[in-house]
């Protein structure tokens, strides 16, 4: 069974770059017909909000990524402690007493003699006696992971074989002072627990990789597979700072639908094309690691934007009919649809059908105003008034092209531009019609 986990911290909103990260672990969980958790990482109880916790739940939803099931590390806590006794006992886990100044200036001694700032596991060479003199002086240990492998490695499903020298790197501090957990020794316990088996995150995580490697060999387990993906960058090409504040009520507010959200972020930085599609079956069944690149992928909101349009172009009244205008139909929904960059801007379209509309026809047109409407009048609006009534004018006025056409589009909806007048007509109707064409003239 084929498990993934999207894992965000309840800091604050979900953003365009952690979405990505979702919709990837969900689209391969589906492809795979697996499960899809959502794990809210909470250990940090100052840092972490209920209020974010329900927004990434509704964040979730609003995209159409509904996790198969929830986890809290928050409610986890106990079972941490067991596995960390655990580690104790086999000597994977020891104390440190070192403050955080002191660790500095170590740090910065290596760093004069040009050597790089690893940790000296000096706390390691403690002896009891040394270490019951710190806890008198009321110096509370925090907790660092002994590194044991020579070489940490694993076959990146993006990027390939990876290798980290264990040498090169600090046993990592797992557990501060107080007792609160760091990221990376509840994320493993977890990620074995839940029987996680492919963990899709940023490449900002590749080096936490390394160590995490080692600590599920040190519980015992199997490492799942990992996939680090090249983080996103604003159209410019750089790490914008607007990108972390792009999340769903900038998407919902700026009219984009969730799948133009999901038909984007599904396939950039990869090598498939960005599709408007308003089904996700295709995005699902040709989901793959291998088609991702290691260059940063690139969120263009012009982009988006585009591909909203195209979707909007797609839906079906069914799925836009609560955002619709009162009394607005399917037939009227088909004929705006081709029109819009967001379905909110149906409400302008609806307005022209149902009118008033302010329109004054040119002077040089009064006088085929007022014959339109008179063939306005006359016609059969059963089938297809427009054309009816624009070869009954051609004929009548020998007017063609643009003459024949614009003075009418102006007259009836008071615009340049805008849907096909055959698919609008018989919605603006005879009386709207013929009332309209009469006071332009
Ligand atoms: N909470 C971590 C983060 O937001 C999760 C990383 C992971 O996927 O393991 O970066």
Do not use: C
Not at 16 to 26: D, E, K, Y
Not at 136 to 154: I, K, S, T
Not at 360 to 382: C, K, R
């Amino acid at each position: 069974m084929i498990v993934t986990r999207f894992a965000p911290s309840p800091t604050g909103r979900l953003h365009v770059g952690n979405i990505r990260t979702a919709l990837h672990n969900w689209l391969w969980a589906k492809k795979q017909g697996g499960r899809f958790l959502l794990r809210i990482d909470d250990t940090d109880r100052e840092r972490s909000e209920a209020r974010f916790v329900e927004a990434i739940r509704a964040d979730l939803a609003w995209l159409g990524l509904m996790p198969d099931g929830e986890e809290r590390q928050s409610a986890r806590f106990d079972r941490y402690e067991t596995r960390f006794e655990e580690l104790k006992a086999a000597g994977r886990v020891y104390p440190a007493y070192e403050t955080s100044q002191e660790l500095d200036l170590k740090r910065k001694i290596l760093l004069g003699r040009g050597l790089p700032p690893i940790y000296d596991r000096a706390a390691l060479r403690l002896t009891e006696a040394e270490k019951a003199a710190f806890e008198d002086e009321g110096r509370a240990p925090h907790w660092r992971f002994r590194l044991g492998g020579d070489l940490l490695e694993w076959d990146d499903l993006i990027r390939g074989p990876q290798h980290f020298a264990a040498e090169a790197m600090s046993d990592p501090v797992v557990r501060r002072a107080d007792g609160s957990w760091l990221y990376l020794l509840p994320s493993v316990i977890d990620d074995i627990d839940m029987g996680v088996t492919q963990v899709v995150r940023g490449e900002d995580h590749v080096s936490n990789t390394a160590l995490q490697i080692d600590m599920f060999h040190a519980l015992g387990a199997a490492p799942p597979a990992f996939a680090h993906e090249a983080l996103l960058t604003g159209s410019e090409g750089k790490l914008s700072k607007r990108l972390g504040s792009l999340g769903v009520d900038h998407f919902r507010e700026a009219g984009i639908e969730p799948e133009a959200v999901i038909a984007l972020l599904a396939r950039i930085g990869t090598s498939q094309p960005v599709e408007p599609l308003i089904d996700r079956t295709p995005l699902i069944a040709g989901f793959d690691f291998s088609h991702f690149g290691r260059a940063p992928a690139r969120f263009d909101e012009a982009e988006l934007a585009g591909i909203n349009a195209k979707i909007v172009h797609q839906l079906p009244h069914a799925a836009v009919r609560d955002r619709l205008p009162v009394g607005m139909g399917e037939a009227a929904w088909e004929a705006i649809r081709p029109n819009l960059e967001r379905v909110a801007d149906a409400a302008d379209w609806w307005a022209v059908i149902e009118g008033p509309i302010a329109a004054s026809g040119e002077p040089e047109d009064s006088t085929y105003l007022i014959e339109a409407a008179t063939v306005a009048a006359q016609i059969d609006w059963s089938a297809d008034p427009w054309h009816a009534l624009t070869a009954a004018l051609k004929d009548r006025t020998g007017r063609k092209g643009k003459p024949l056409f614009l003075p009418l589009r102006r007259a009836l909806t008071g615009r340049d531009h805008g849907p096909d007048m055959a698919a609008l007509l018989p919605l603006i109707g005879r009386d709207r019609a013929v009332e309209r064409l009469r006071s332009a003239s």
